[in-house]
């Protein structure tokens, strides 16, 4: 599956962001699919992830902040950001693996390019 990021820009803290990955085959939801995020610096750190068997689960520092939802007619998924501060300041990246959902990077196999958000004070 190949995966395609977009909608990332430059926002006021206190604002809200929409970004989303397109992903391309027949079988998009059979993937348990993720949102990373990467700060200058820093490692890549788990987001949040809609999993193959309905599930979503969210980093504590986004819960209740940050919404993931996918369309699966369209193959695509959503990462809905709102309450967004400084610290949310990262590339952006969609990530697809087959079975069950994972918080680790390593585990992904497929991952999109990354769409930037920065967000000024």
């Known amino acids: 599956v190949q995966l395609q990021a977009s909608g990332g820009g430059l926002v006021q803290a206190g604002g809200s962001l929409r970004v989303s990955c397109a992903a391309s085959?027949?079988?998009?939801?059979?993937?348990?699919m993720a949102w990373f995020r990467q700060a200058p610096g820093k490692d890549r750190e788990f987001v949040g992830g809609?999993?193959?068997?309905?599930?979503?689960y969210y980093a504590d520092s986004v819960k209740g902040r940050f919404t993931i939802s996918r369309d699966n007619a369209k193959n695509t998924l959503f990462l809905q950001m709102s309450s967004l501060s400084p610290e949310d300041t990262a590339v952006y990246h969609c990530?697809?693996?087959?079975?069950?959902?994972?918080?680790?990077?390593?585990?992904?196999?497929?991952w999109g390019q990354g769409t930037l958000v920065t967000v000024s004070s």
């Open positions: 809609d999993w193959s068997g309905g599930s979503t």
């Open positions: 085959g027949r079988t998009f939801s059979r993937y348990s």
């Open positions: 990530a697809a693996k087959t079975g069950g959902g994972s918080r680790y990077p390593s585990a992904y196999d497929y």
